[in-house]
């Protein structure tokens, strides 16, 4: 199968893609799943013995991080069935590759999640990116103007990156180092109220200077069928602000999806998670325990949080952001 190369170009005009509906899917659902590497730069075909469906062998990685390098916070009366736990040893794979986002608009500031899917690249979702309740930017849009990036945070601890040339902590600025799918910005700029844009396209991607994605480590991407995701075993892990949370610590559940929308574009479960998680990775452990992801962190609902799912148009989406 033909590679692909994650190459990324700063110009301002391709901040945003073409509709999705635009990017070939081979690989997509009813045919044999794929995963992409971008240690490799290639899609493969997934082998069919990778544990599924929740199986707790698949997570004797996770166990031994729970009893070596976890904590575990205990609710409040209010907060009891809050199951997150919050990591100790964010320094250590694969936490280090999951980075605190704060961002600053024209009026107003955020925090979000995100992760790194090369060595300069990392995925958050497009509301961290772009987003009405930012305020109008010089150019009548609404871009956040600059984010800044915490690798592997741990409250005022920020271990990355160790190389002292690149600067710390990681300060990206200007709209042309940020992308997000064209119907999302759409969605925002038609829509007059701040109650979000179309769910299915809250995904995008965060360019950095510094290949500090080298020295975290970074997360494999997947394209997986129904039948696979539906029970499926996963992790989320990011930096929420909601409740007694501050944003500077890094927090981790465990849960199973539920069945993926009939559109294939989102992924369900009752995970706890809160505000400040958007753009979490959604991962599994796939053979020798790597962390494959499967989705990315976007909303909190009454039922069910959700996420975006990895099917291969949004996996080459990602891989096309910002490409010669």
């Keep these: 199968m033909e590679d692909i190369v994650s190459v990324l170009n700063p110009e301002p005009d391709r901040r945003v893609s073409e509709p999705l509906e635009e990017v070939e899917t081979e690989g997509f659902v009813g045919e044999s799943p794929v995963e992409y590497s971008s240690a490799t730069k290639r899609i493969i075909v997934s082998s069919r013995n990778e544990p599924r469906r929740g199986s707790r062998q698949s997570f004797s990685f996770l166990q031994r991080m729970l009893e070596d390098s976890l904590l575990r916070v205990f609710p409040t009366d209010d907060e009891r069935d809050d199951e997150r736990i919050r990591v100790r040893e964010p320094h250590l794979r694969p936490w280090r590759a999951i980075c605190s986002l704060e961002t600053q608009g024209a009026s107003r500031s955020n925090k979000g999640t995100g992760w790194f899917v090369s060595s300069n690249t990392i995925v958050t979702a497009a509301h961290v990116l772009y987003d009405r309740r930012y305020g109008k930017d010089n150019r009548g849009e609404f871009w956040v103007e600059n984010v800044t990036v915490y690798p592997g945070r741990h409250g005022l601890n920020y271990p990355y990156p160790k190389n002292p040339r690149f600067k710390k902590p990681i ?13 999302w ?7 007059p109220s701040n109650d979000g ?10 360019r950095i ?8 480590g970074w997360f ?8 696979f995701l539906k029970g499926l075993l996963v992790n989320i892990a990011g930096y929420p602000t909601d409740s007694r949370y501050s944003g500077k610590y890094i927090y981790h559940s465990v849960g199973q999806l539920k069945e993926p929308s009939a559109n294939q574009r989102r992924l369900f479960y009752q995970i706890d998670t809160g505000q400040g998680q958007s753009g979490s990775p959604v991962w599994y452990e796939g053979n020798n325990n790597e962390p494959i992801v499967v989705g990315i962190h976007t909303r909190g609902d009454d039922d069910y949080n959700s996420a975006i799912r990895l099917n291969t148009a949004v996996v080459k989406a990602i891989d096309k952001a910002f490409k010669n």
Excluded at 197 to 206: H, L, S
Excluded at 209 to 216: F, H, I, K, L, Y
């Design 209 to 216: 200077d510094e290949p500090v994605g080298n020295e975290t």
């Design 197 to 206: 844009g179309d769910r299915n396209f809250d995904f995008g991607v965060i």
């Design 171 to 183: 300060e990206v600025e200007g709209a042309s180092k940020f992308w997000i799918p064209a119907p």
């Design 220 to 227: 494999k991407m997947a394209s997986k069928t129904d039948e």
């Design 185 to 191: 910005k759409k969605s925002i700029d038609t829509n």
